[in-house]
């Protein structure tokens, strides 16, 4: 069974910073293409950032285009999500999602096969 457990988030004020984490267990990781998708209060799930199996290929909304950065590392079974410079929008859970076998880049919510549980970011004005 495919587990996906995030760490990382918190409160953090306005322009500030936080690195998310996202272990992942179950399966060979470095086959499977990993993202992080975010859910606002009173709004639906929503893509944030994609990379594919090897880290060489990544894909962002526009929303957080350079200011945030995901990568892997495959030796440790693990998703990164860097954010700089965050704003009180970017305030939502964040979830850890892992595609299916055919999914090169994870950017829409039918691709995911697997979901993490969740980890909280809140920035403060």
């Not at 975010?38 to 709004?43: I, L, M, S, V, W």
């Not at 962002?60 to 590392?73: A, E, N, P």
């Not at 860097?82 to 704003?87: D, H, I, P, T």
Request: charged fraction near 15%.
């Amino acid at each position: 069974q495919v587990q996906l457990l995030e760490s990382g988030g918190g409160l953090v004020q306005a322009g500030g910073s936080l690195r998310l984490s996202c272990a992942a267990s179950g399966r060979t990781f470095s086959g499977y293409a990993m993202g992080w998708f975010r859910q606002a209060p009173g709004k639906e799930r929503e893509f944030v950032a994609a990379v594919g199996w090897s880290g060489d290929h990544t894909y962002y909304s526009d929303s957080v285009k350079g200011r945030f950065t995901i990568s892997r590392d495959n030796a440790k079974n693990t998703v990164y999500l860097q954010m700089n410079s965050l704003k009180p929008e970017d305030t939502a859970v964040y979830y850890c999602a892992q595609g299916g076998v055919h999914t090169v880049i994870l950017v829409t919510t039918n691709l995911v096969e697997y979901w993490g549980k969740g980890t909280l970011v809140t920035v403060s004005s």
